[in-house]
């Protein structure tokens, strides 16, 4: 079992930067494919960046590609997604995911653990 608890949502202008934390329990933590995903109101959720257990792979959906940056540390049961340059298209609720194995997925379905979500709020 694996447990996620995201942190660092907020309201925040266009250009900004915020730093999204997800806490995650469980041992086997660094055997899991991390992923975050966001929800838009009235939108289906989409898939934003992935990282793979040995952290040696990472990939981004292309809006968000140079702009955010996902990283894991695993002595401390977090990944982070470092949000740089935001716009208001980026707000939304975003979501940390968990996956067995080493293979970054971008479809949310495939993924067997989920945070309860933090906003992200871009003013333009």
């Known amino acids: 079992q694996v447990q996620l608890v995201e942190s660092g949502g907020g309201l925040v202008q266009a250009g900004g930067s915020l730093r999204l934390s997800c806490a995650a329990s469980g041992r086997t933590f660094r055997t899991y494919t991390m992923g975050w995903f966001r929800q838009a109101s009235g939108k289906e959720r989409e898939f934003v960046a992935g990282?793979?257990?040995?952290?040696?792979?990472?990939y981004y959906t292309d809006s968000v590609r140079g702009r955010f940056t996902i990283s894991r540390d695993n002595a401390k049961n977090t990944v982070y997604l470092q949000m740089n340059g935001l716009k208001p298209e980026d707000t939304a609720v975003y979501y940390c995911?968990?996956?067995?194995?080493?293979?970054?997925?971008?479809?949310?379905?495939?993924?067997?653990?989920w945070g309860q979500g933090t906003q992200v709020t871009v003013s333009s």
């Open positions: 995911a968990a996956r067995a194995g080493a293979v970054v997925d971008v479809t949310p379905s495939r993924y067997n653990y």
């Open positions: 990282i793979s257990w040995t952290s040696g792979y990472t």
